[in-house]
């Protein structure tokens, strides 16, 4: 029975060691909780994204003057095409008058509504931007604010729907 015994503690011995072998060996199971932990919680992420985003559009709008030359059609190249402003309200006040002269008013209507779309393409080719002087330290921060957020809000919104 000794021999047996011994045979049994030897085979004991054995599955032991292959057991302690394969632990060390074996990668550790990551641990979900701690990792849930570092990624930082969805909304957190989307607002400081958001806010990243927001600051950075901010100061990018405020780094441009805009100036407005009332008139001006087109201009570039030295060249400079505009129209008289008095010209602009001529569609506009005959579409008026015909409105309240003719008995059919959608010949009135579409004069006035040309009159009005005159006077406002006018005005949006009228204005013009400028930059302000600023390093390229200051750009590289402005658009890296805006990236650095869309990135954050993006994964917020995607990556922890997907888990």
Known sequence: ??????????????????????????PKPVDSERTAKKSGHPVTELL???????????????????TFTWGSLWSGWGIHVGMVTGLMLVPLLVGIGLLFFLDRKWIGWTVTAIGV???????????????????LW?????FGMVAAGA??????LWKHDRS
């Open 1 to 26: 029975m000794d021999d047996m015994e011994k045979k049994l503690k030897r085979l004991e011995d054995q599955v032991k060691t292959e057991q302690a072998s394969k632990e060390k060996k074996a």
């Open 48 to 66: 400081v994204g958001l806010v990243l985003i927001g600051g950075g559009v901010f100061w990018i709008l405020n780094s441009f003057a805009v």
């Open 117 to 135: 779309l005159a006077i406002l393409i006018t005005l949006l080719t009228s204005v013009r931007f400028r930059p302000l002087s600023a390093t």
């Open 138 to 142: 200051q750009y590289v921060l402005m």
């Open 151 to 156: 990135g954050l809000a993006l994964r917020a």
